[in-house]
């Protein structure tokens, strides 16, 4: 199979899936995109560590999985993570690795891998923004939300 | 689901135009297969994906609308970015020493490797579609 066709089926594939999705939205999409997030951040890990890295994998896959619910809570009007909040997460990464790890263990490059993991993978939420605006619009079904 | 439908529009056509007319590299240090005409070629397809997806699906099905050059710029703005995301996991990739970012889709790579484009996409995306949709005329 040549490498455009491989494209082509990926994306005849991937379309109905999406528009699913997006259709259904709600706690499922978003659930979908946190597995989504949640996976590609651990293929950057994975790489990271390849390149020599040590990053903090149980602590980013978790994070980048939880910021598309987070998204989502924050649409709904449950729940808005604050800055301030992301900062403490960022600085409890900090203390935590250089507490655990020592500095042998270039605790400093670790969370910064990490971090750029979790915000790299998360990325994907932006589709559920994107979706939501549109369907939102008021001219699609209840069942879109 | 349009900067979806976009960003693989682009992917494809960078793809196909890269394969028949691409001759001048595009940044081989990183990607040593993307060529200019393929980027170009990518751009070209999104601008008549994002043109037909607007008449045909945007403004009937969701009554939103983007002006000719609203159309024109987020294409362009899209597939640029996506294009961006590519090479900046094909960085990512060769500094790892790997071919793929994973082997959890067969003969696909990673997730990664079929996302890169739209982690880079879908913030642009947003932004714009914030800027420019607009609700469709009667």
Known sequence: MSELTRRILFALAGAPLTVALIYIGGWIFAAALAAVAAIGAWELFRMAREGGSEPLEVAGVTLAAAIPLFVHAAWLGVYRVTLTVAVLIFLALLAGVIWVRGVQRRPLVAVSVTVAGIIYAALVSYMYQSGTMITRSGHWPEQCW | ?138
């Open chain 2, 1 to 138: 689901m349009m900067p979806v439908t976009l960003t693989w529009g682009t992917d494809i056509g960078a793809y196909a135009v890269g394969r028949m007319f691409g001759k001048r590299k595009l940044i081989p240090s990183v990607s040593p297969s993307k060529t200019v005409a393929g980027a170009v070629g990518g751009v070209i397809v999104a601008v008549l994906v994002c043109w037909g997806y607007t008449q045909l699906l945007l403004e009937p099905l969701a009554q939103l609308a983007l002006e000719p050059a609203a159309v024109l710029l987020f294409a362009v703005a899209v597939s640029v970015a996506g294009q961006v995301g590519d090479l900046a996991e094909s960085l990512i990739k060769r500094d790892a020493g790997v071919k793929d970012s994973s082997r959890l889709l067969p003969g696909h790579g990673g997730i990664l490797d079929r996302f890169d484009s739209l982690l880079f996409a879908l913030p642009v995306a947003y932004l714009l579609l914030t800027l420019l949709l607009r609700p469709a005329r009667a």
